[in-house]
């Protein structure tokens, strides 16, 4: 039975595909202490389970993007859910803390291919403004991982032990890989002659692409600083307990899915993408500078904290199914490729984001989140704002552009 493209099933089919990497990585997270134990290995061993699985994940997109360009979606598709759901009951299985980590890179890798095809996927089936709003629903599916992976995991692990919440990931990706093959055709097809220049083009000698992309990955990098100093503010320094702290990130993940959605609603009633682009990066910058003024005062106070945070993650809701359809839609014959840059440059914003944050936190307490989160999301604006005016509106720009 095949799934209509641009069906609510099939759009949420995209969202989970999405979604993978982000349930893989939080639905772990509450078992890292329990797999020191239980593999009598180090912290820092089990901290590589995640960096790796990152690291697999940057791979798998590179690749899988680039392949399926050649050879189409659906082969890489079920080829990465194949290595995902293989490589997910060898972690099951793990014996050593060495093992699971080798194990969790091959994981992430087949994450990374499937997570890089839906946007590519939703470029090959639909144009304009209809791309767009498919894209920011698919985008709204995906932002529901982080609300329910943690609680899940600290469930999963606390009933049966931390194999169980391992178990649940190959269990998935078996369902999606039934899923995919049962119900989704190839969306890929041969390029006509006119697209031949724009094909042969590398990314990177694409200057509208690459500011696009730019601006997409520090909007990125301001919202993964939040992510990884977090934990450490709010429970570390603010003394607020663990389930505060997962209702905050609860909120704060349902405030992003929230914008998605909004930027779907307004894209089928024919609002633009610039036209939700040019406030929706001001209304980040602005708020996370209103975060970062009030965390320099010295006024860590939730009631304080909250609101400008809800703004930045509903702002970020809106500004990446946008910034991520001109980006694609400028490289319609590449979408694949495109797909996967935008996603390992996302890659790249987050770990600086995140590594910045680790550095100060120690000295610098909540400030060391806060004034990050304005930086990125003020060259966030800064080179949307330069890329806007590079020949025009980039909705304009041609597809290949002189250096």
Not at 94 to 113: I, K, N
Not at 171 to 199: C, F, Y
Not at 229 to 253: Q, W
Not at 317 to 340: D, F, M, V
């Amino acid at each position: 039975m095949r799934v209509a493209p641009g069906s609510a099933a099939f759009l949420v089919l995209l969202g989970l595909l999405g979604a993978l990497p982000a349930l893989s990585i939080d639905i772990c997270a509450p078992t890292l202490p329990i797999v020191v134990t239980a593999l009598h290995t180090s912290t820092t061993v089990a901290g590589l389970t995640v960096s790796l699985f990152m690291a697999g994940f940057a791979a798998g997109q590179f690749c899988g993007g680039q392949l399926s360009d050649k050879h189409g979606r659906r082969p890489v598709l079920l080829a990465g859910l194949s290595c995902y759901t293989l490589a997910g009951a060898a972690c099951v299985l793990a014996t050593s803390g060495s093992s699971l980590v080798g194990f969790r890179f091959m994981q992430g890798a087949g994450a990374g291919a499937c997570a890089v095809l839906p946007f590519a996927m939703v470029q090959d089936l639909f144009e304009g403004e209809s791309a767009r709003s498919k894209r920011s629903y698919v985008t709204a599916v995906l932002g529901g991982a982080p609300v329910l992976a943690p609680a899940l995991g600290s469930l999963l692990s606390g009933i049966a032990g931390w194999r169980a919440v391992y178990l649940a990931l190959p269990l998935a990706g078996a369902l999606l890989l039934l899923l995919a093959a049962g119900t989704m055709v190839e969306t890929r097809h041969r390029a006509p002659a006119s697209a031949t220049s724009q094909a042969t083009m590398r990314l990177r000698d694409d200057p509208g692409f690459i500011g696009l992309a730019a601006a997409n990955a520090l909007s990125y990098g301001a919202i993964f600083a939040y992510i990884g100093g977090a934990p450490i503010v709010i429970i570390g320094i603010m003394k607020l307990s663990p389930a505060v702290f997962s209702a905050i990130f609860a909120s704060t993940a349902l405030a992003l899915t929230a914008g998605a959605w909004t930027s779907g609603r307004l894209g089928r009633r024919g609002i633009g993408a610039v036209t939700l682009l040019n406030p929706s990066l001001a209304f980040a910058a602005a708020a996370t500078m209103a975060l970062a003024a009030v965390s320099m005062a010295g006024l860590v106070w939730g009631a304080l904290l909250l609101p400008p945070l809800l703004i930045t993650l509903f702002a970020r809701g809106t500004i990446a199914p946008n910034l991520q359809h001109l980006a694609i839609e400028r490289r319609q014959e590449q979408a694949g490729a495109a797909s996967a840059a935008l996603g390992v440059s996302q890659l790249i914003a987050g770990a600086a984001a995140s590594g910045v944050v680790a550095f100060l936190l120690p000295q610098y307490g909540a400030r060391a989140i806060a004034v990050p989160m304005a930086l990125f999301a003020a060259a966030a604006l800064v080179v949307w704002l330069c890329t806007s005016r590079l020949r025009g509106n980039p909705q304009r720009l041609p597809n290949v552009l002189p250096i």
